[in-house]
């Protein structure tokens, strides 16, 4: 999907989105993230014409849908939003039918589908299908939200803040089960955040925006954090960005020092080759240790220390 210099102009003469230009490939999640009024829920309801952009154009799967039929058009792009918008007095199944219903499918086929989209995301048909959005806790309610947004196999999925409802415990669990979720339907998904580290942790890229849907950078979380562009986005990205890399970076093999072999002592705490240095810090504090085995499958490789990880010297990290 391609934004042409977008633009959005209000008639009081607010420019919400400026000149915005952006290309999200298939089956990429990007994540625009940006200050509260900078424009990201614009471009996001201009993307299903929610918002009639001023000018530009939007191209979709090779068609402008800049002028397309709106409503046809809704029906090819999966909406989230914050407080998932489940009708009250439907139950969960027929929450997530919604679309299919819409474009006619057999009753049979939205049953089913309805009832495989629950299970994708967590929910046994068997106890959830049949209740309503106020006997679901918040977590439960956006898991119904994204079912519902996949129902018709969307081209895009587009999520405006849809884990700020719940709360930060839950939010977190959610974001892993949506990342396992990804990895399997592979989406062509555009999230808006104005959390830095909910766009760390999901986007493949992301487009940090300042006023005006002016984009700064547009990288990988890597690249965003460890080679800031503008001085907005070396503010925007802030003084904990050193923890943030390390959420980003993964260990390597040239970061280790050489398994000691059987002298090795025993009672070190494990981390995997290729996970996060993040991770790898958290193990040794959890343990109080200085230094981790670093395993790859079974078999140690070296050791690092947690000296080692404070003082790594980053490479440029384009991915
Ligand atoms: P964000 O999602 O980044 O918080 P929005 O896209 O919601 O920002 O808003 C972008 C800007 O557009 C804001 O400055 C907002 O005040 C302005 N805006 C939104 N709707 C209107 C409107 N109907 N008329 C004038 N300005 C508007």
């Known amino acids: 999907m391609t934004l042409e210099s977008v633009r959005k102009q209000y008639p009081d003469g607010t420019v919400a989105v400026g000149d915005l230009s952006l290309t999200v490939k298939a089956g990429e999640l990007v994540v625009l993230v940006g200050p509260s009024g900078c424009g990201k829920s614009t471009v996001l309801r201009m993307i299903n014409r929610l918002i009639e952009p001023t000018s530009g154009r939007i191209v979709l799967d090779g068609e402008d849908v800049t002028r397309a039929d709106p409503v046809r058009l809704r029906r090819r792009i999966g909406y989230v939003i914050q407080n998932v918008g489940l009708f009250p007095h439907q139950t969960v199944r027929a929450n997530v039918g919604t679309v299919p219903r819409l474009l006619g499918w057999s009753r049979p086929r939205i049953r089913g589908r309805a009832d495989e989209l629950l299970d994708l995301v ?11 959005p106020h006997e679901l806790s918040g977590g439960q309610r956006q898991r119904v939200g994204v079912a519902r947004a996949l129902a018709a196999d969307p081209v895009v999925l587009l999520m405006d803040e849809p884990f700020s409802a719940v709360d930060p415990i839950a939010r977190t669990r959610l974001q892993e089960e949506f990342l396992r979720l990804q990895a399997d339907v592979r989406k062509t998904i555009v999230l808006v955040t104005h959390d830095l580290d909910e766009a760390v942790r999901l986007g493949d890229r992301i487009a940090l925006l300042s006023e005006g849907g002016k984009l ?95 003082s790594i010297d980053y490479p440029a990290e384009r991915a």
């Open 216 to 310: 700064q950078q547009y990288d990988s979380p890597a690249a965003l954090l460890g080679e800031p562009a503008t001085p907005f986005v070396r503010e925007f990205v802030g003084a904990d960005r050193g923890i943030r890399r390390l959420a980003v970076t993964a260990i390597t093999a040239e970061m280790l020092a050489p398994w000691p072999g059987p002298t090795a002592p025993t009672d070190l705490p494990t981390v995997a080759l290729g996970s996060s240095l993040y991770d790898a810090l958290a193990v040794l504090l959890t343990a109080n240790a200085d230094e981790a085995r670093v395993v790859d499958g079974t078999e140690p490789v070296g050791l690092l220390s947690r000296h080692r990880i404070l």
């Open 122 to 132: 967590g929910l046994d048909p068997a106890q959830f299908a049949n209740r309503y």
